[in-house]
């Protein structure tokens, strides 16, 4: 099967989405009440969050739809301007966010302020569905809140809470590994978290991702992104992570059994900080990956990895999402289980995201795609600052 660019972004962003709204009904539950309400193989499908019987995404979906924004944007303002530091914009994206959980953007003591530019524009701000608090982190809330920094990164904490991998997932869809889109992620998520292990996961994630979008089988793409994190200095918990979950992955594959949501967590951790939030979600797409290669469908593959992804003590919105970035970006949109892709909320707005995405950075990936000059950008939807 000859999986497009746009597929494996559409499959992506939705992916994760999908991920993030499983896990929503569950975070902060324990195992054992998670099989007391829903039986004994935990949940199997969407539950009620967040006042809607299928569920309803977090501030993981929220966060991540602004960083998608947030890089056609500052690629507007590069074809307009002739340049552009993306995370000028990638700021403002974020500061957007903020806005939606109730910080106010102007006036006084507004985040525009400080010296930013005009925060309440474009479209995705206008989108209601934003608009909700869903138990968004304290590392994000306050790491944005302190803004403008001089430099913008790190943020002076010391968090490596999962808030910035969980967002990143776009800059491996819109940028190959040649335009550096580990250190973009890493800057990204440092906007937030100030501790090595909260940025380097991130810059991971997107290394991966961006290799899943050319074709690579996971290993490979982990393979590749361990290369490069093993340059930077505090490398050392992300990496431990990933070997771990390599590890475990490779023996559920050569037992031929998964092991309970205990052990998951006992290995690799819940899921609460960012290297722990990577392994775990490597883990759930390696085993996805090697049951497709066992002769799985992907639909199938992607609803083994999703579950075991959502069914333990740990962040399961988290792990849900990124294990769903991954897998979507390795099988493409054709992965998605149609009934879930059904009652995904918001999936038009999600899927227009993902076009505009793919539209956008389609000729990196691909030399026959129109570049912007050549389709005009959407200044309207996406102005260029």
């Known amino acids: 099967m000859n999986t497009t660019y746009t597929s494996r972004v559409r499959g992506s962003l939705l ?45 993981d979906t929220q966060m991540t739809l602004f960083v998608a924004e947030g890089l ?32 106010p953007a102007e006036g006084e003591d507004g985040v525009e302020a400080k010296g930013f530019g005009k925060v309440l524009s474009g479209w995705l701000i206008e989108q209601s569905v934003l608009h909700h608090q869903r138990a968004p982190g304290n590392s994000c809330l306050i790491g944005l809140k302190d803004l403008p920094r001089n430099p913008l990164v790190p943020a002076r904490n010391d968090s490596k809470g999962c808030g910035g991998v969980m967002r990143v997932a776009p800059v491996g869809l819109a940028f190959p590994i040649d335009w550096n889109p580990f250190e973009m992620a890493a800057d990204f998520a440092g906007l937030t978290h100030g501790h090595p292990t909260g940025r380097l996961a991130a ?27 093993s340059e930077w200095e505090g490398s050392e918990e992300t990496l431990a992570a990933i070997e771990k979950a390599v590890r475990l992955a490779g ?12 052990s998951v967590e006992d ?24 049951a497709v290669r066992a002769g799985a469908k992907p639909a199938e593959g992607y609803r083994k990895g999703l579950l075991v992804a959502v069914n333990h003590s740990g962040d399961t919105d988290s792990t849900g999402a990124i294990s769903g970035n991954l897998l979507g970006a390795r099988f493409g ?19 227009t995201v993902a076009d505009d995405l793919a539209l956008q950075f389609g000729s990196l990936w691909d030399e026959e795609a129109p570049t912007p000059e050549e389709f005009g950008p959407d200044l309207d939807r996406y102005p260029a600052w």
Request: some cysteine.
């Open 333 to 351: 949109e054709e992965c998605l289980p149609a009934e879930w892709l059904a009652d995904l909320e918001a999936r038009e707005l999600i899927e």
């Open 15 to 59: 992916g994760g989405a999908i991920g993030d709204q499983l896990g929503a009904g569950v975070e902060f539950e324990p195992i054992d009440r998670i099989c007391e309400v829903h039986g004994p193989a935990g949940i199997t499908g969407f539950v009620p969050s967040y006042g809607r019987p299928e569920g309803r995404f977090t501030d």
């Open 251 to 262: 023996k559920s594959r050569d037992s031929g059994t998964i092991p309970g949501p205990e």
């Open 267 to 290: 290995v690799l951790g819940g899921g609460w900080v960012a290297e722990e939030a990577l392994a775990v979600a490597l883990f759930c797409a390696l085993l996805a990956e090697d």
């Open 72 to 103: 056609i944007r500052a690629d507007n303002q590069a074809w307009e301007q002739g340049e552009c530091d993306p995370l000028v914009p990638l700021t403002d994206a974020h500061l957007r966010w903020l806005h939606t959980q109730g910080v």
């Open 203 to 229: 810059g991971a994630l997107a290394a991966i991702v961006s290799e899943l979008c050319v074709g690579a089988p996971l290993r490979a793409a982990i393979n590749s992104a361990v290369a490069e994190l």
